[in-house]
């Protein structure tokens, strides 16, 4: 006779003799029991090098042009943002010359550029280049626009030595930027502040600075690569014959090797340990113990390489240094001197004038009256 009656429960085991439960499998995509699901993880974006216009969905930028400014870095821009226009078959970017006063501005080389108008301080742009020579006498107006346009979340470039009117503006301040490398010892005379890099161009909280020249090329392939794709980038470098898109973290500065055709590591080490010690000069036993060689072999690899010995291949690199200083900073003749270690005036004097043909003094005002 079969029992109908229920099986009788086991008796329920101690607190002290339960097992722990079993493990649960995780399964991809699937929380465990008794959790909740975690939340996506926002990839953070990166801050667009233009802003857009909402009603028009163009790039829209307002090109400041100021006294001696480079014509080529308006090329430079003007031309990329056209091309890729013409590759995308309507307009991307579009771009009106302003000038403080409305007027039509001599450039570098003295012709006059005409303008579309002059700054309207009513106007909100959304996007904004500066070219400029270094004088930025005058440009009270000029500043205030731009914090103005900042605070209203526009964006600002500036280019090459413009970089100081950002800098004067106080749009600078606590933020990484550029500036072409000829005018980088100035600025950091003018704002010993500033957090300059050696880099193409720099982005940072709505505040952008180019190097000029050819980094304004790549600026702008960038934007076309942000707005049209990699594609049709590299159509636009292809018709502008510019062979390689280059990141705003590259350096301005091409390496020794890309400059002179120099493969030898010891040798590159040498000139990079002599190039990060201007001011203070090394023996060729000390050059020679940096780059890990003997000092008679480093002597016969500059000598074959520039003719010359470590000690005056040095002496070279500090000299043009000293040029530089001497046309683009307002360090006196004695205060550069020091600065690159020499050890008395008479004696950067004497070393000047055999590498130049002029005294310091003289080559400083020749400059000037030129």
């Given at each position: 006779m079969l029992n109908m009656q229920p099986s009788p429960r086991p008796a329920e085991p101690s607190r002290s003799s339960r097992s722990e439960p079993a493990p649960q499998v995780m399964r991809p995509g699937?929380?465990?029991?008794?959790?909740?699901?975690?939340?996506?993880?926002?990839?953070?974006?990166?801050?667009?090098?233009?802003?857009?216009?909402?009603?028009?969905?163009?790039?829209?930028?307002?090109?400041?042009?100021?006294?001696?400014?480079?014509?080529?870095?308006?090329?430079?821009?003007?031309?990329?943002?056209?091309?890729?226009?013409?590759?995308?078959?309507?307009?991307i970017f579009s771009w009106r010359l302003l000038s403080p006063d409305g007027k039509p501005v001599a450039n570098a080389l003295g012709a006059l550029t005409a303008v579309h108008g002059a700054i309207d301080a009513q106007r909100q742009p959304d996007n904004i280049l500066l070219l400029s020579s270094g004088d930025l006498a005058g440009t009270d107006k000029l500043q205030a626009w731009l914090r103005q346009t900042v605070a209203r979340h526009g964006h600002v470039l500036a280019s090459g030595?413009?970089?100081?009117?950002?800098?004067?503006?106080?749009?600078?301040?606590?933020?990484?930027?550029?500036?072409?490398?000829?005018?980088?010892?100035?600025?950091?005379?003018?704002?010993?502040?500033?957090?300059?890099?050696?880099?193409?161009?720099?982005a940072q909280d709505r505040r952008l600075t180019c190097a000029g020249g050819k980094a304004l090329i790549d600026f702008a392939l960038a934007c076309t690569a942000a707005a049209l794709g990699e594609g049709t980038t590299r159509k636009v470098a292809d018709a502008l014959n510019h062979d390689r898109l280059r990141p705003g973290s590259e350096s301005q500065h091409a390496s020794p090797a890309g400059i002179r055709g120099i493969h030898n590591r010891v040798l590159l080490k040498a000139i990079e340990v002599i190039e990060a010690n201007l001011a203070e000069p090394m023996s060729t036993e000390d050059l020679a113990d940096a780059a890990g060689i003997c000092p008679r072999q480093l002597q016969r690899l500059f000598k074959r390489q520039f003719g010359m010995p470590p000690g005056q291949f040095a002496m070279q690199r500090r000299l043009l240094k000293?040029?530089?200083?001497?046309?683009?900073?307002?360090?006196?003749?004695?205060?550069?001197?020091?600065?690159?270690?020499?050890?008395?005036?008479?004696?950067?004097?004497?070393?000047?004038?055999?590498?130049?043909?002029?005294?310091?003094?003289?080559?400083?005002?020749?400059?000037?009256?030129?």
């Open positions: 699937r929380p465990l029991q008794g959790q909740t699901a975690p939340l996506p993880q926002r990839v953070p974006q990166a801050t667009p090098l233009l802003r857009q216009n909402l009603t028009s969905g163009r790039f829209e930028i307002e090109v400041v042009l100021l006294p001696g400014f480079p014509l080529f870095d308006l090329a430079a821009l003007c031309d990329t943002f056209d091309a890729a226009n013409r590759q995308a078959e309507r307009i030595a413009a970089v100081g009117l950002m800098a004067k503006a106080g749009l600078l301040s606590a933020k990484a930027c550029t500036a072409h490398w000829s005018a980088q010892d100035a600025l950091l005379e003018a704002w010993p502040d500033l957090n300059l890099s050696d880099r193409l161009y720099v000293a040029r530089q200083l001497l046309h683009q900073t307002e360090m006196s003749i004695t205060e550069v001197g020091v600065a690159l270690g020499f050890v008395s005036l008479s004696h950067f004097s004497r070393c000047y004038a055999k590498a130049f043909g002029r005294q310091p003094r003289q080559d400083r005002l020749r400059l000037i009256c030129a």
